[in-house]
């Protein structure tokens, strides 16, 4: 198993630009988030997914949206990228029991310039 | 709203020397507790979590967290540290309760970053 991947590992956009984070996981994991990594500032949830066409805001949804079309896919667009929104950012999953444990991916760190 | 509390944003001891992380949470449902770590440049790797029965639980890489619910901390210690120990170490927690609207989803403290002296 490959676990949960994330795509690009680094990326800069301008202000203004579009792009999409991509998150997959192969194990079959009904619950997917998405998270922010600030310096100082913990992670903050951003959006999750309990399970496939079922999503919603965590604490810091602005200016990002997603979607959840299959099991395994979970991506973040960001419409139209600010400076406030350079950090780095993870994808996380687990199965739907909040008993289990959340297997977090490597991370894509992201520069608004 | 809920939260969780990591008092030491920076921890300095010397190799072969204890090792205790705090952490507090706010009071709410029954929480769910865990503690991760995180290497500079990695992802997050869970080091133990805590649900139910034994307040005193085991992890991976010799780590240890005791649950103390009268004081709502959930502390990790390590008898002796080595110096591959040195990164980011996270507490989280998540409510098994519709509490706030954040059932299930977890709650990080800003985090504790050890440095190990030779």
């Known amino acids: 198993n490959a676990g949960v991947t994330q795509t690009p590992k680094f990326q800069v956009l301008k202000t203004g630009q579009s792009m999409t984070l991509q998150c997959a996981q192969d194990m079959n994991h009904e619950y997917m988030s998405w998270y922010r990594q600030d310096p100082g500032m913990g992670l903050r949830l951003i959006h999750y997914?309990?399970?496939?066409?079922?999503?919603d805001q965590g604490e810091v949804p602005n200016g990002y949206n997603v979607s959840r079309s299959t099991t395994e896919d979970f991506p973040l667009r960001l419409l139209s990228a600010a400076p406030s929104q350079t950090s780095v950012y993870f994808c996380?999953?687990?199965?739907?029991?909040?008993?289990?444990?959340?297997?977090f991916g490597p991370g894509t760190r992201l520069t608004v310039l | 709203a809920q939260s969780v509390t990591q008092p030491d944003i920076h921890i300095t001891v010397s190799e072969g020397a204890s090792l205790e992380l705090r952490c507090n949470y706010s009071y709410g449902a029954t929480p769910y507790l865990f503690w991760y770590v995180q290497s500079p440049g990695q992802g997050l790797q869970l080091l133990l979590k805590y649900f139910s029965g034994d307040t005193l639980v085991q992890g991976i890489k010799g780590f240890e967290a005791e649950f103390k619910r009268s004081q709502s901390s959930f502390n990790l210690r390590k008898p002796s540290v080595h110096w591959s120990d040195a990164a980011e170490y996270f507490c989280a927690v998540a409510y098994s309760l519709n509490y706030g609207g954040s059932q299930g989803n977890l709650i990080f403290g800003k985090g504790t970053k050890l440095s190990v002296k030779p």
């Open positions: 996380a999953s687990r199965m739907a029991s909040l008993y289990n444990e959340q297997f």
């Open positions: 997914s309990v399970g496939a066409g079922i999503t």
